[in-house]
């Protein structure tokens, strides 16, 4: 059997939920067999390759840079799973949206620093008003809630998408685990 | 907010009804929400709290009943002889799913970082209705957060207005602390005429409206994430205490 094509992207996130990923520990052999690796931050890749079968991606959207590689990932990929709280409702990158992006950006970086205070700007991307989650973007197939979803929960989904089975993922995680 | 009158016992009369096809029988005068959870049959609430008041306004409760078209609170409405009960069709989980994902784009749930996750109705019932995002989009609305009591923070953000504070203050405590203020949207809970908790006149600091409150609205002060455990006050039986004491 052909291995699926799998990817993991990283936007406005803490990268827990790669952690979780890494926390698969010996069973990431496992999702070796299982899957290929083709684009990651945890792997040595730098595009985001055609023809990717299943993309799970970390983060909410907060800069036209998320977006673009957001929809760019969706075009090249079949089936996108959005990972963790972040990617799923916006979480704590949202907080700051009761806020909006220049106030906060003021906050941290002028109103709290006393020497040289500036807000960071060259080779950075824009920060939007709001940070959003993927749905509000392009269509995901899948939601995996949980900050991060633990590794036996990512094990399990994964594993039952490879293996086509049905999986009860909200008796193995929720919003906030 | 009209608390249900108690069940007359003289008129104590046995009906009969089916809920979702089971036969079961049940005092007249009792919701079908009580008859239901004697028969072990699950029916999600959020604002009901048995020894409250029924108010029937999160809407969670809903059911169908054969012959009417249109849906009924279980929490508030009583059971009738011959009455056929659903208590669970798609129908009804399409309109509590969308009940709960309206509640969390009202204000800002964040249960990452909330002092109630894994103690909170709101997440467990999204868990358990299968909500595993939120379709609408979210209000993100700048909402105070009330740290003058010495012991226990008000924080809107996590306010679902199910009024169960409001109800154990004034019917249990007897101190009607809480109110709500405002209308629709803009409705916000308050003490007293709109005072900082702290200094409010009539607070007790007895913690009971922090311990019915579902979600982490109400909480003590100095917790952590995940540790504010809500120690639900048994009401029904303190209740019937305190009748026995004025005697």
């Known amino acids: 059997m052909k291995k699926l094509r799998f990817a993991t992207l990283w936007l406005d996130g803490c990268s827990g939920c790669h952690m979780s990923l890494l926390d698969l520990d010996q069973r990431l052999l496992d999702l070796a067999d299982m899957v290929d690796f083709v684009y990651s931050p945890l792997v040595d890749v730098k595009i985001f390759p055609e023809g990717v079968d299943v993309a799970c991606v970390e983060g909410a959207v907060s800069s036209a840079e998320d977006e673009e590689k957001l929809r760019m990932v969706r075009r090249r990929t079949g089936l996108l799973i959005a990972l963790g709280d972040c990617a799923v409702t916006g979480n704590i990158p949202a907080m700051r949206n009761v806020l909006g992006g220049q106030k906060i950006l003021q906050g941290v970086y002028l109103e709290r620093e006393h020497l040289n205070a500036q807000i960071p700007a060259s080779h950075l991307p824009a920060l939007n008003e709001h940070a959003l989650p993927l749905h509000r973007f392009v269509p995901v197939d899948f939601f995996i809630p949980g900050c991060p979803p633990s590794a036996d929960t990512l094990f399990a989904a994964l594993g039952a998408l490879v293996a086509g089975r049905a999986v009860d993922l909200p008796a193995l995680t929720r919003f906030g685990a | ?247």
Request: hydrophobic share 35%; with cysteine; net charge negative.
């Open chain 2, 1 to 247: 907010m009209t608390p249900i009158p108690p069940h007359p016992p003289e008129t104590a009369q046995t009906l009969n009804l089916t809920i979702n096809g089971r036969q079961v029988s049940a005092q007249a005068g009792e919701t079908i929400l009580e008859a239901a959870r004697a028969n072990d049959i699950f029916i999600p609430t959020l604002c009901f709290l048995e020894g409250l008041s029924a108010q029937g306004s999160c809407r969670l409760c809903m059911v169908e009943i054969a012959g009417s078209a249109k849906l009924h609170p279980a929490c508030v409405t009583r059971i009738q002889e011959g009455m056929e009960v659903t208590t669970e069709t798609e129908r009804l989980r399409d309109y509590r799913r969308n009940i709960i994902e309206l509640l969390f784009s009202e204000r800002n749930h964040v249960c990452a970082v909330c002092v109630a996750s894994g103690h909170c109705e709101l997440q467990d019932l999204a868990s358990e209705l299968g909500v595993d995002h939120i379709s609408f989009p979210c209000r993100y609305p700048t909402l105070a957060v009330d740290a003058s009591h010495r012991r226990f923070v008000l924080d809107h953000n996590r306010c679902i207005l199910c009024t169960r504070c409001v109800r154990v203050c004034a019917e249990i405590e007897g101190a009607h602390t809480w109110d709500v203020k405002n209308r629709g949207i803009r409705s916000l809970i308050m003490a007293d005429f709109d005072a900082p908790w702290g200094d409010s006149e009539t607070c007790t600091g007895c913690g009971k409206c922090v311990h019915v409150c579902p979600t982490g609205a109400l909480f003590e002060k100095g917790l952590a994430v995940a540790e504010m455990r809500k120690q639900r006050p048994a009401l029904p039986t303190l209740v019937a205490n305190r009748a026995t004491e004025q005697r």
